[in-house]
C-alpha cells in the first residue's frame, strides 16, 4: 500500500515536474538541440526534435503532433540522415539553420537560408510552421520557413502549388516506404498546364487527378463543406491550394502514402482516431483511366465501365472479362463534313484529362462550338469556367481520358462530338421511354441534345 501511494505521489510529482520543464519553442543564435532535447510550440501542438523511425539506426530532426509523436508532419534531413543520435541542430555563426556532426562540424543538412545575418532565432510556430527570424522581428517577414519545403503533409497554412513569378511548385512527397522517411516516387501537386488540376503520380504516372478547376471547385473533388475551408489562389504571382481550419476544434492535414495514395484527414480536438475525410481512393472510378479511353467510369453501375455513347469496345472479349485498358472506338467514323457532326451534352461528369487540348479563356461557348466544329480533330469542347452561365473554352482532341460520373449532381457540362447519324439513333433508343432518357448519363435531360 505504501509502495503504491508512493509510486503515485512519484507519478504525479515527475508530470508537475514535466509539466513545469516545459520545453521551448524558440531556439537562439548558437542554441544546439541534441537527440532527447525537443522545441515545443507554444499551444503545445507541435513538437520538434531527433527521432529514428522504427530503430532504423538513422536518425532525422523532425516535427510531430505532441500528442502523436508517431505522426511525423516535416522532416529536414529526408535525404540525409544521421548514422546516430550524436547530431545536433543548431543556427550557424552566418545564420542558417544546420544539423551537424558536433564533434568534427561535418553539416549534414542546412536550410542554406544564409543571409549572413548572427541575430537569427528559430522558433516553432503553434501552426507547425518551423521558421528563422531576426531576432528582434516579430512580423511575419520569416528569412525561411518549413512550410516552403513540404515532406509528405500539408498542415494548415501551408500553400501546394506555384509562385508563379519564379516559377517554383511546392508540392508534397510520400515516404519511401512506412518505415523510410526518404522521398518514395509518390507525389501529389498542382498542375498547371492551362487550368490547374491536382495529380497524384507514381514516379511519372499520374495514378489520380482531381479534374480542371471551374472557377468554383475542382471537378472532382468532394464538398468537405463545414469542417475545414478550402483557399484557391490564382492570381499573377501565385497559383496554391490552401487548407484552413474553420474553429479549433478540428485538426486537419493533407498527406500523400507510399500505397499510393493521398488523404485528407481530421481529428477532433481531444479525440484520439483520425477520420478519413477524402481520398484519393474513395471509389474504383478514382483510379486513372480505368476503363480506358473513350468511355465512363461509374461508380453506381456494374460493370462500372462503359463505353460512351457512340463508341463500342475496342477490344469485345477483353471487355467482356472486365479488362477495360483498350478502351472504346467509335461505331461510326467521323466525317470532316460540318453538316454530318452534332454534338451530344453530357451532364455530371469529371472532365476528360487535359493531355491534348486548347483553352481559350475568353470564348464564349457559341464560340468554342463553331471552332471545335471547324476542327476535324477536336473531338469535345466545354466551358472552362462555369462561373456566371459559364465562359471559356476547352477543346480536347485525340482520345478522351478518365471521364468520371459524379455521383452527386454537378454543373459540369462536356459536349462531344457525334456523327449526326449516331446522333438519331440515340433519340430513337432513348427516347424510347423517358425514364430511360433522363437517367442516361446520370443526368441526361431533353435539352442535352444540342444541335450543331
Ligand atoms: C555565436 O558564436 C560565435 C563563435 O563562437 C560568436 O562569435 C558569436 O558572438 C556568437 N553569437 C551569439 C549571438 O552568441
Ligand atoms: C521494422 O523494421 C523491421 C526490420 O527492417 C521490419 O521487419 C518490421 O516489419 C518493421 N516494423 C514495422 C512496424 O514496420
Ligand atoms: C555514435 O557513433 C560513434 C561511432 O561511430 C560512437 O563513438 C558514439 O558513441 C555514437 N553516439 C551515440 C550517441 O550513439
Ligand atoms: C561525428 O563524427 C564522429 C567522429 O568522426 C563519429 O564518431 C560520429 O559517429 C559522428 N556522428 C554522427 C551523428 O554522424
Ligand atoms: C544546401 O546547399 C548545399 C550545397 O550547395 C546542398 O548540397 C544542399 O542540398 C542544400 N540543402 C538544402 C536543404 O537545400
Ligand atoms: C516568389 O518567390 C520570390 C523569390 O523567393 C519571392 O521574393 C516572392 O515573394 C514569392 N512570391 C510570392 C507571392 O510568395
Ligand atoms: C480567344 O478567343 C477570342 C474570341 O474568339 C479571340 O479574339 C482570341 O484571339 C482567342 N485567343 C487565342 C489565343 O486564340
Ligand atoms: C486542329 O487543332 C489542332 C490542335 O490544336 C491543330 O494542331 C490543328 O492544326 C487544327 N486543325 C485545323 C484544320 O485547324
Redesign the pocket.
Known amino acids: 500500500m505504501k509502495t503504491l501511494s508512493s509510486l503515485l505521489f512519484y507519478i504525479l510529482l515527475s508530470s508537475l515536474l514535466s509539466g513545469f520543464r516545459r520545453a521551448a519553442d524558440t531556439l537562439s543564435s548558437n542554441g544546439t538541440i541534441t537527440y532527447g532535447e525537443t522545441l515545443e510550440s507554444s499551444g503545445q501542438s507541435f513538437e520538434l526534435g531527433f527521432f529514428s523511425p522504427n530503430n532504423s539506426g538513422k536518425w532525422y530532426i523532425g516535427i510531430w503532433y505532441k500528442k502523436f509523436p508517431e505522426i511525423i508532419v516535416w522532416i529536414a534531413n529526408r535525404e540525409t540522415p544521421l548514422r546516430n543520435s550524436s547530431g545536433v541542430l543548431t543556427i550557424t555563426p552566418n545564420g542558417d539553420l544546420a544539423i551537424m556532426n558536433a564533434t568534427t562540424g561535418d553539416v549534414f543538412w542546412s536550410s542554406n537560408s544564409s543571409k549572413n545575418e548572427p541575430a537569427i532565432v528559430a522558433q516553432l510556430l503553434e501552426s507547425g510552421n518551423l521558421v528563422l527570424r531576426r531576432k528582434d522581428d516579430t512580423t511575419q517577414n520569416y528569412v525561411w520557413q518549413s512550410f516552403d519545403f513540404p515532406s509528405d503533409t500539408l498542415l494548415p497554412g501551408m500553400k501546394l502549388g506555384w509562385n508563379l513569378s519564379t516559377g517554383t511548385n511546392r508540392y508534397i512527397t510520400s515516404w519511401k516506404d512506412d518505415n523510410d522517411p526518404s522521398p518514395g516516387d509518390i507525389t501529389f501537386r498542382l498542375d498547371n498546364s492551362g487550368m490547374p488540376q491536382f495529380i497524384l503520380r507514381r514516379g511519372s504516372e499520374t495514378i489520380y487527378r482531381s479534374g480542371p478547376w471551374n472557377g468554383i471547385e475542382f471537378s472532382g473533388s468532394i464538398d468537405w463543406k463545414t469542417v475545414y475551408t478550402r483557399i484557391f489562389v490564382y492570381n499573377n504571382q501565385e497559383l496554391y491550394y490552401m487548407n484552413g481550419v474553420v474553429d479549433n476544434l478540428i485538426i486537419t492535414r493533407l498527406t500523400v502514402y507510399p500505397s499510393g495514395s493521398v488523404r485528407q484527414l481530421i481529428l477532433k480536438q481531444g479525440g484520439f482516431s483520425w477520420t478519413v475525410m477524402d481520398s484519393s481512393m474513395n471509389d474504383q472510378c478514382d483510379d486513372y483511366g480505368l476503363c480506358g479511353a473513350n468511355s465512363i467510369c461509374k461508380t453506381k453501375s456494374r460493370p462500372i465501365c462503359e463505353c460512351l455513347y457512340g463508341f463500342v469496345p475496342k477490344s469485345q472479349s477483353e471487355w467482356d472479362v472486365r479488362d477495360w485498358s483498350s478502351g472504346c472506338v467509335r461505331r461510326t467514323p467521323l466525317s470532316c463534313l460540318q453538316d454530318h457532326i452534332k454534338f451530344l451534352k453530357l451532364g455530371g461528369v469529371k472532365l476528360p484529362d487535359l493531355l491534348q487540348f486548347s483553352l481559350?479563356?475568353?470564348?464564349s461557348l457559341k464560340?468554342c462550338q463553331a471552332e471545335c466544329l471547324k476542327n476535324c480533330s477536336c473531338m469535345a469542347y466545354a466551358n472552362s469556367d462555369i462561373r456566371e452561365g459559364g465562359s471559356g473554352?476547352f477543346m480536347w482532341f485525340g482520345d478522351l481520358i478518365d471521364i468520371q460520373e459524379f455521383s452527386e449532381r454537378k454543373e459540369r457540362y462536356i459536349y462531344m462530338r457525334m456523327a449526326a447519324a449516331e446522333l438519331s439513333k440515340y433519340i430513337q433508343v432513348y427516347l424510347r421511354t423517358e425514364f430511360e432518357f433522363f437517367f442516361y448519363v446520370g443526368q441526361m435531360i431533353n435539352q442535352n441534345i444540342v444541335l450543331a
Open positions: 481559350n479563356k475568353s470564348m464560340e473554352c
